[in-house]
């Protein structure tokens, strides 16, 4: 009997090993097109599907190029979830490469997007990149009520997919908005405590419009709503000239993007630039940003760091 016993527990040890390497197989393989929206993704699929993000990260989906692993991937999936609104500018390119015949759900689907300055629109064409962005700002997941939107478009998609998941993919999608709402009832209340005239902040790219169309604060940025832009000269003259009028002390890096621009905007106002927000991407998984309610609620309390001081 001594030796029956350790026997039978290792049998079942094997059983049980096996029923989970089945289960985590028969998960549906589902590609975000990038690491916030990979996160939503996640949250609404729970435990049947498995997520693989293209632009992961700390990384900029604006001059994202698709590798041979990223072709697989796609070509592997059952569904590609993108964000839309002109920023995944390669992924019609990248599906084709790959072959992949599935579906392709638009997260934002229904969201009235932000256009951009005219201005900014006419000068900055991106001859030669894959980043058409039109006139729409493709931000959108700047608001929580507009990654309402996303998860329940997302939900509506992956039930579609799996009907005999859809009930899970709704309550986890409820669940999920429970969440966000909390997330936008707190923003609001911390910025409701500063006055709307120190509600003003330099960023690297205007990634923020959404955001601060929610909370009513103003973001002023050196480049436009794609990073491979570049400000001329005269806009960047412009821009050093309102922060010192204005005395505007929130300078930001992002994340995903290089400060040497506005390390010399910061020089040049007599402003020193400090602090990071993560825009387009979350942070790996030991930062302050590995999924995107951490990654909002950081943010909005860096931000009212700063403000505080103009």
């Not at 993108?82 to 934002?108: C, D, H, K, P």
């Not at 990149?129 to 990654?147: C, L, M, S, Y």
């Not at 005999?164 to 909390?182: F, I, P």
């Not at 992002?254 to 910061?266: T, W, Y």
Request: charged fraction near 25%; include cysteine; charge should be neutral.
């Amino acid at each position: 009997m001594s030796l029956l016993r350790p026997l039978s527990l290792l049998l079942a040890g094997l059983s049980l090993a096996a029923c989970l390497s089945a289960a985590a197989a028969e998960r549906i393989p589902v590609v975000a097109s990038f690491s916030i929206l990979g996160d939503i993704v996640a949250n609404v699929g729970g435990d049947r599907i498995a997520v693989s993000t293209l632009v992961g990260p700390d990384e900029d989906a604006h001059v994202f190029q698709p590798a041979p692993d990223d072709i697989k991937a796609v070509s592997r999936a059952r569904l590609v979830v993108v964000n839309g609104l002109g920023f995944e500018g390669w992924m019609e390119r990248l599906a084709q490469s790959a072959n992949y015949r599935g579906a392709i759900v638009t997260a934002s689907a229904g969201i009235q997007a932000r256009e951009r300055a005219e201005e900014e629109h006419d000068e900055h064409g991106h001859e030669g990149h894959d980043h058409h962005h039109g006139r729409d700002d493709p931000h959108a997941w700047q608001d929580p009520q507009n990654v309402i939107v996303y998860a329940r478009n997302i939900a509506a998609a992956l039930g579609k997919l799996d009907p005999a998941g859809a009930d899970l993919y709704r309550k986890n999608g409820e669940a999920y908005v429970a969440r966000l709402q909390e997330l936008d009832r707190w923003a609001a209340a911390q910025f409701a405590q500063i006055p709307a005239a120190k509600r003003r902040v330099i960023t690297s790219h205007d990634a923020f419009e959404y955001y601060g169309a929610r909370y009513k604060v103003r973001f002023l940025a050196a480049q436009g709503v794609s990073t491979d832009s570049e400000p001329s000269a005269r806009e960047m003259a412009a821009l050093i000239r309102q922060i010192r009028a204005e005395k505007i002390k929130a300078l930001f890096f992002e994340n995903m993007a290089n400060p040497k621009l506005l390390q010399q905007i910061g020089r040049e106002a007599g402003v020193t630039a400090g602090g990071k927000l993560y825009a387009d991407a979350l942070s790996k998984a030991g930062g302050p940003a590995p999924d995107y309610l951490s990654l909002m609620r950081y943010n909005t309390t860096q931000l009212l760091e700063k403000i505080r001081l103009n």
